[in-house]
T-cell receptor, first 115, second 112 residues
Framework: GAVVSQHPSRVICKSGTSVKIECRSL??????MFWYRQFPKKSLMLMAT?????????EQGVEKDKFLINHASLTLSTLTVTSAHPEDSSFYIC???????????FGPGTRLTVL | QKEVEQDPGPLSVPEGAIVSLNCTYS??????FMWYRQYSRKGPELLMY????GNKEDGRFTAQVDKSSKYISLFIRDSQPSDSATYLC????????????FGTGTRLQVTL
Protein backbone atom coordinates (compact mmCIF):
# COMPACT_ATOMS: atom_id res chain seq x y z
CA GLY A 1 0.00 0.00 0.00
CA ALA A 2 0.89 3.66 -0.26
CA VAL A 3 3.31 4.83 2.41
CA VAL A 4 3.90 8.33 3.70
CA SER A 5 6.73 9.10 6.08
CA GLN A 6 7.42 12.07 8.31
CA HIS A 7 10.63 13.23 9.89
CA PRO A 8 11.31 13.84 12.67
CA SER A 9 8.76 11.89 14.67
CA ARG A 10 9.39 14.03 17.70
CA VAL A 11 11.16 17.34 18.22
CA ILE A 12 11.75 19.55 21.23
CA CYS A 13 12.98 23.07 20.66
CA LYS A 14 13.44 26.36 22.46
CA SER A 15 11.07 29.24 22.01
CA GLY A 16 12.10 31.48 19.13
CA THR A 17 13.76 28.81 17.03
CA SER A 18 12.50 27.40 13.73
CA VAL A 19 11.65 23.77 13.11
CA LYS A 20 11.36 21.97 9.78
CA ILE A 21 9.18 18.87 9.35
CA GLU A 22 9.49 16.70 6.24
CA CYS A 23 6.72 14.70 4.63
CA ARG A 24 7.60 12.13 1.97
CA SER A 25 5.53 9.85 -0.21
CA LEU A 26 7.70 6.76 -0.46
CA UNK A 27 6.16 4.72 -3.26
CA UNK A 28 4.06 7.15 -5.25
CA UNK A 29 4.20 10.67 -6.61
CA UNK A 30 1.96 13.19 -4.92
CA UNK A 31 1.06 16.44 -6.64
CA UNK A 32 -1.00 17.38 -3.61
CA MET A 33 -0.11 17.09 0.05
CA PHE A 34 -1.95 18.36 3.10
CA TRP A 35 -0.76 19.54 6.50
CA TYR A 36 -2.91 19.03 9.60
CA ARG A 37 -2.59 19.91 13.24
CA GLN A 38 -4.09 17.86 16.05
CA PHE A 39 -4.44 18.84 19.69
CA PRO A 40 -4.81 16.17 22.40
CA LYS A 41 -8.20 14.42 22.20
CA LYS A 42 -9.22 16.75 19.41
CA SER A 43 -9.86 16.32 15.74
CA LEU A 44 -7.45 17.00 12.90
CA MET A 45 -7.50 20.58 11.72
CA LEU A 46 -6.44 21.26 8.15
CA MET A 47 -3.77 23.94 8.03
CA ALA A 48 -2.90 24.11 4.37
CA THR A 49 -2.97 22.34 1.02
CA UNK A 50 0.40 22.00 -0.67
CA UNK A 51 0.64 21.67 -4.45
CA UNK A 52 3.88 20.73 -6.14
CA UNK A 53 5.47 23.67 -7.88
CA UNK A 54 3.05 26.30 -6.62
CA UNK A 55 2.25 28.22 -3.46
CA UNK A 56 0.38 26.49 -0.69
CA UNK A 57 -3.23 27.36 0.05
CA UNK A 58 -3.74 28.17 3.72
CA GLU A 59 -6.92 27.74 5.71
CA GLN A 60 -8.51 30.72 7.35
CA GLY A 61 -6.75 31.69 10.54
CA VAL A 62 -3.46 29.95 9.70
CA GLU A 63 -0.53 32.37 9.41
CA LYS A 64 1.35 31.63 6.21
CA ASP A 65 4.44 33.51 7.43
CA LYS A 66 4.43 31.43 10.59
CA PHE A 67 3.95 28.07 8.92
CA LEU A 68 6.04 27.99 5.75
CA ILE A 69 5.24 25.20 3.32
CA ASN A 70 7.43 24.11 0.44
CA HIS A 71 6.41 21.36 -1.99
CA ALA A 72 9.52 21.28 -4.14
CA SER A 73 9.17 17.79 -5.59
CA LEU A 74 6.50 15.17 -6.24
CA THR A 75 7.58 13.19 -3.18
CA LEU A 76 8.51 15.83 -0.62
CA SER A 77 6.71 18.62 1.19
CA THR A 78 8.14 20.51 4.15
CA LEU A 79 6.50 22.51 6.92
CA THR A 80 8.67 25.03 8.75
CA VAL A 81 7.37 26.47 11.99
CA THR A 82 9.15 29.80 12.27
CA SER A 83 9.94 31.50 15.57
CA ALA A 84 8.17 28.75 17.44
CA HIS A 85 6.36 29.50 20.69
CA PRO A 86 4.88 27.16 23.33
CA GLU A 87 1.41 27.57 21.82
CA ASP A 88 2.75 25.99 18.62
CA SER A 89 3.30 22.74 20.52
CA SER A 90 1.09 20.15 18.86
CA PHE A 91 0.94 16.98 16.77
CA TYR A 92 1.50 17.80 13.10
CA ILE A 93 0.35 15.28 10.49
CA CYS A 94 0.79 15.36 6.75
CA UNK A 95 -1.08 13.45 4.09
CA UNK A 96 -0.47 12.86 0.41
CA UNK A 97 -2.88 12.27 -2.42
CA UNK A 98 -2.25 8.91 -4.07
CA UNK A 99 -3.22 9.40 -7.73
CA UNK A 100 -4.44 5.92 -8.67
CA UNK A 101 -6.87 5.51 -5.77
CA UNK A 102 -7.43 9.27 -5.44
CA UNK A 103 -7.17 8.84 -1.67
CA UNK A 104 -5.27 10.65 1.07
CA UNK A 105 -2.67 8.59 2.88
CA PHE A 106 -1.41 9.97 6.17
CA GLY A 107 2.04 10.11 7.67
CA PRO A 108 2.74 8.95 11.24
CA GLY A 109 2.85 12.50 12.60
CA THR A 110 5.43 14.73 14.27
CA ARG A 111 5.08 15.76 17.88
CA LEU A 112 6.46 19.26 18.41
CA THR A 113 7.17 20.57 21.89
CA VAL A 114 8.30 24.17 22.26
CA LEU A 115 9.83 25.02 25.61
CA GLN B 1 -24.21 24.08 15.24
CA LYS B 2 -20.99 22.20 14.58
CA GLU B 3 -20.40 20.98 11.06
CA VAL B 4 -19.68 17.46 12.34
CA GLU B 5 -20.76 15.89 15.63
CA GLN B 6 -19.14 12.73 16.97
CA ASP B 7 -19.35 11.29 20.47
CA PRO B 8 -15.80 11.24 21.88
CA GLY B 9 -16.46 8.21 24.08
CA PRO B 10 -14.63 6.34 25.45
CA LEU B 11 -16.58 3.32 24.35
CA SER B 12 -15.65 0.06 26.05
CA VAL B 13 -16.90 -3.27 24.72
CA PRO B 14 -15.97 -6.91 25.31
CA GLU B 15 -14.14 -8.88 22.66
CA GLY B 16 -16.52 -10.28 20.07
CA ALA B 17 -19.11 -7.54 20.47
CA ILE B 18 -20.62 -5.54 17.62
CA VAL B 19 -19.52 -1.92 17.77
CA SER B 20 -21.56 0.96 16.40
CA LEU B 21 -19.88 4.33 15.81
CA ASN B 22 -21.81 7.33 14.56
CA CYS B 23 -21.46 10.86 13.22
CA THR B 24 -23.93 13.51 12.21
CA TYR B 25 -23.19 16.39 9.88
CA SER B 26 -24.88 19.58 8.80
CA UNK B 27 -23.14 20.50 5.53
CA UNK B 28 -25.26 19.39 2.58
CA UNK B 29 -22.24 19.83 0.30
CA UNK B 30 -20.56 16.77 1.78
CA UNK B 31 -20.68 14.00 -0.80
CA UNK B 32 -17.87 11.68 0.31
CA PHE B 33 -17.96 9.89 3.63
CA MET B 34 -14.98 8.23 5.23
CA TRP B 35 -13.93 6.43 8.37
CA TYR B 36 -10.35 6.53 9.62
CA ARG B 37 -8.73 4.59 12.42
CA GLN B 38 -6.00 6.27 14.46
CA TYR B 39 -3.82 4.48 16.96
CA SER B 40 -2.23 6.51 19.71
CA ARG B 41 0.54 8.81 18.47
CA LYS B 42 0.08 7.64 14.88
CA GLY B 43 -1.43 9.09 11.72
CA PRO B 44 -4.96 8.14 10.62
CA GLU B 45 -5.49 5.07 8.45
CA LEU B 46 -8.36 4.98 5.95
CA LEU B 47 -10.80 2.14 6.71
CA MET B 48 -13.81 2.79 4.55
CA TYR B 49 -15.15 5.36 2.16
CA UNK B 50 -18.39 5.75 0.27
CA UNK B 51 -20.22 8.41 -1.67
CA UNK B 52 -23.78 7.13 -1.70
CA UNK B 53 -26.50 6.38 0.79
CA GLY B 54 -26.75 2.78 1.88
CA ASN B 55 -24.35 0.19 3.21
CA LYS B 56 -20.85 -0.78 2.16
CA GLU B 57 -19.19 -3.84 3.63
CA ASP B 58 -15.51 -4.74 3.85
CA GLY B 59 -14.67 -7.73 6.00
CA ARG B 60 -15.72 -7.02 9.58
CA PHE B 61 -16.51 -3.40 8.80
CA THR B 62 -19.76 -1.95 7.45
CA ALA B 63 -20.18 1.72 6.63
CA GLN B 64 -23.69 3.09 6.51
CA VAL B 65 -24.75 6.47 5.12
CA ASP B 66 -28.14 8.16 5.38
CA LYS B 67 -27.92 11.39 3.44
CA SER B 68 -31.50 12.38 4.17
CA SER B 69 -30.80 12.33 7.91
CA LYS B 70 -27.18 13.48 7.52
CA TYR B 71 -26.03 10.53 9.57
CA ILE B 72 -23.25 8.01 9.03
CA SER B 73 -22.28 4.92 10.96
CA LEU B 74 -19.47 2.40 11.14
CA PHE B 75 -20.19 -1.08 12.42
CA ILE B 76 -17.44 -3.43 13.53
CA ARG B 77 -18.37 -7.09 13.89
CA ASP B 78 -16.53 -9.58 16.08
CA SER B 79 -14.48 -6.80 17.64
CA GLN B 80 -10.91 -7.61 18.63
CA PRO B 81 -8.53 -6.00 21.13
CA SER B 82 -6.50 -4.81 18.11
CA ASP B 83 -9.51 -2.68 17.12
CA SER B 84 -8.85 -0.51 20.18
CA ALA B 85 -8.14 2.92 18.68
CA THR B 86 -9.76 6.25 17.95
CA TYR B 87 -12.17 6.22 15.01
CA LEU B 88 -12.61 9.41 13.05
CA CYS B 89 -15.38 10.16 10.61
CA UNK B 90 -14.40 12.46 7.76
CA UNK B 91 -16.27 14.28 5.04
CA UNK B 92 -15.49 15.92 1.74
CA UNK B 93 -17.43 17.75 -0.88
CA UNK B 94 -15.34 16.80 -3.87
CA UNK B 95 -13.52 13.56 -3.24
CA UNK B 96 -11.60 11.42 -0.79
CA UNK B 97 -8.36 13.13 -1.80
CA UNK B 98 -9.73 16.63 -1.33
CA UNK B 99 -10.06 18.83 1.72
CA UNK B 100 -11.43 16.73 4.57
CA UNK B 101 -13.52 17.77 7.55
CA PHE B 102 -13.02 15.43 10.50
CA GLY B 103 -15.10 14.56 13.51
CA THR B 104 -13.45 14.72 16.93
CA GLY B 105 -13.04 10.93 17.02
CA THR B 106 -14.50 8.20 19.22
CA ARG B 107 -12.08 6.30 21.41
CA LEU B 108 -12.85 2.56 21.39
CA GLN B 109 -11.51 0.03 23.88
CA VAL B 110 -12.10 -3.66 23.23
CA THR B 111 -11.47 -5.70 26.35
CA LEU B 112 -10.59 -9.38 26.69
Amino acid sequence: GAVVSQHPSRVICKSGTSVKIECRSLDFQATTMFWYRQFPKKSLMLMATSNEGSKATYEQGVEKDKFLINHASLTLSTLTVTSAHPEDSSFYICSAREPFTDTQYFGPGTRLTVL
Amino acid sequence: QKEVEQDPGPLSVPEGAIVSLNCTYSNSAFQYFMWYRQYSRKGPELLMYTYSSGNKEDGRFTAQVDKSSKYISLFIRDSQPSDSATYLCAFSGTGTASKLTFGTGTRLQVTL
